[in-house]
């Protein structure tokens, strides 16, 4: 392929507009946003609005005379539309770990004659801690974690399993999980399921009512472009809402908050999942990177994840040198997410050489470099620069500089 048609792609791309919405720096070519989403334009103004008027000038008023109260759900309801949830069901508060707790806790509540957690050993660790902490809180003999590889899962869905906790795009492979064959599976069994979205949500289509899905949770900061630390969303079916009962009983899931009973009494509705007081600022941060996704088509999104992918795919193939990559994300598009994942020995140094060279992906241990498509703000012709840089990387073995082994404490 040759650079010309690389252009010939962005100029018939129907996203390809959605670019000029974000601030991207300029001589920086940025496959991360699987890790931090880049910064919407939007939010720049909403954060300037929000700080000097709303709380600057209208102070405390501004609970009730800009809807702060409302973000939550909101807020909850933008992010709905984006994994296939109808109204009522997500609320956005808190982060991915305390609200894997009150889905656990929940989920254990209600299928309360058995005590597993199943979830797979390359599961992303914050979603594996929770249950483990959780085993140290109740004891083992309330609940215990198994951890079986991917290609086990199903075999393992036995009636001995309460809830199985599953990641639906693994952090470091990229692999997609079916999550309509494997929630099917685990009901017949009994089990209830709960789906972490940090991956997929605002990566590709993700389909929780149709998949007939009992809980799920992800992260603002990804593919939502909410902002470093923004707040996480959870989602739990309606069927579930009734009868559930969440451990973290803060006085905002109270039916009436507002009223200071001293006695708890939850909300009824999705309320009943938030804890304490809405952090307004980052939530208004999130409320205003949502607005990107108007009119956005996540079928499209898909289609161009998958194309941007297959074309750093080939420009890889097409550089002889660039051979000591491995792939270890799964080779057919309907099986990956949107990343790329390749093993190298010296995969940190590389990574840390493509940073300096204004081409920021990103590492993941032991020897994982990952590279992220955000179709919002990926072009193809980023993709081909990007693989130019790297092929002049390693062909020049420049990564060998003692510089870029340097360990950091982000990687």
């Known amino acids: 392929m040759i650079f010309e048609e690389v252009i010939a792609l962005d100029k018939r791309d129907p996203l390809y507009p959605k ?201 603002g900061y990804k593919y939502l472009n909410g902002g470093p630390g923004s707040p996480a969303f959870l989602y739990v079916a309606k069927r579930h809402l009734e009868v559930v009962k969440q451990p973290l009983s803060g006085w905002m899931g109270h039916a009436k908050p507002f009223d200071f009973d001293p006695t708890y009494q939850s909300a009824s509705s999705i309320n009943q999942f938030q804890c304490g007081t809405p952090s307004v600022l980052a939530m208004s941060a999130l409320d205003a990177a949502l607005d990107v996704w108007q009119g956005v088509d996540m079928q499209e999104v898909r289609r161009k994840s998958m194309a941007l992918a297959r074309l750093c795919l080939k420009l890889i193939e097409q550089k002889e040198h660039l051979n000591g990559l491995q792939l270890c994300s799964p080779e057919l598009d309907k099986h990956r997410g949107s990343q790329l994942a390749f093993r190298h020995e010296y995969g940190f140094a590389i990574c840390q050489a493509l940073i300096e060279n204004g081409v920021i992906a990103d590492f993941r241990a032991p020897n994982i470099l990952r590279f992220g498509f955000t179709p919002l703000y990926t072009s193809y012709e980023d993709v081909w620069k990007a693989i130019e840089i790297l092929s002049d990387i390693i062909e020049s073995k420049a990564y060998m500089e003692p510089r870029f082994s340097v360990s950091l404490k982000v990687t």
């Open 19 to 219: 670019r000029f919405e974000f601030e991207l720096p300029e001589n920086t070519i940025y496959l991360d946003g699987n890790s931090l989403g880049a910064l919407p334009k939007s939010v720049k103004n909403r954060m300037a609005e929000v700080v000097s008027q709303q709380w600057g000038n209208d102070l405390i008023k501004s609970w009730n005379q800009h809807d702060w109260i409302d973000l939550p759900t909101s807020v909850g309801e933008k992010i709905a539309r984006l994994i296939g949830a109808d109204a009522g069901q997500v609320i956005c508060c808190d982060s991915i770990s305390i609200n894997l707790f009150k889905l656990l806790c929940s989920a254990l509540k209600l299928n309360s004659k058995r005590t597993k957690v199943l979830s797979t050993q390359d599961n992303f660790p914050t979603d594996l801690y929770m249950v483990q902490g959780l085993r140290d809180l109740l004891g083992a003999d309330l609940c215990h974690l198994e951890m079986v590889e991917e290609q086990n899962i199903e075999q393992s869905l036995t009636e001995s399993v309460a809830v199985l906790l599953l990641t639906q795009v693994n952090f470091r492979t990229g692999k997609l999980l079916d999550m309509e064959r494997l929630t099917k599976l685990a009901h017949e069994k009994g089990i209830l399921v709960i789906w972490d979205l940090a991956h997929s949500a605002g990566a590709l289509p993700v389909e929780l009512d149709k998949c007939n899905a009992d809980f799920a949770v992800g992260c």
